[in-house]
Nanobody, 127 residues
Framework: QVQLVESGGGLVQAGGSLRLSCVAS????????MGWFRQTPGKEREFVAG????????HYAESVEGRFTISRDNAKNTVYLQMSSLKPEDTAVYYC????????????????????WGQGTQVTVSS
């Protein structure tokens, strides 16, 4: 079992920045890859960014490439999502998720590829 708790969401103006955090517990954090997803009402949950177990490999959705940065601190059991140049269309509930299978081989983007999920944190970007 892996427990994930997100924090750092809030209300920000367009062009602003936020940093999301996700603290993991229950298994050795450095043994699994992590991802960030987001979801708005009536839409499917979508991949935002992923990072391998070692942090050497990252992958981003095209919509956030160059604006968002995913990172991890394995000593703190924490994965981060630094979001900059935020746009109103980035408004969503953001979820972190753990992938216990692929570790450092590849970053997967499918919701079903991830094994554990946090409860989500709301990010609202005003225009």
């Amino acid at each position: 079992q892996v427990q994930l708790v997100e924090s750092g969401g809030g209300l920000v103006q367009a062009g602003g920045s936020l940093r999301l955090s996700c603290v993991a517990s229950g298994r050795t954090f450095s043994n699994y890859a992590m991802g960030w997803f987001r979801q708005t009402p009536g839409k499917e949950r979508e991949f935002v960014a992923g990072i391998s177990s070692t942090g050497d490999l990252t992958h981003y959705a095209e919509s956030v490439e160059g604006r968002f940065t995913i990172s991890r601190d394995n000593a703190k059991n924490t994965v981060y999502l630094q979001m900059s140049s935020l746009k109103p269309e980035d408004t969503a509930v953001y979820y972190c998720a753990a992938d216990l299978v692929h570790t450092d081989i590849v970053i997967v983007v499918g919701v079903r590829e991830y094994d554990y999920w946090g409860q989500g944190t709301q990010v609202t970007v005003s225009s």
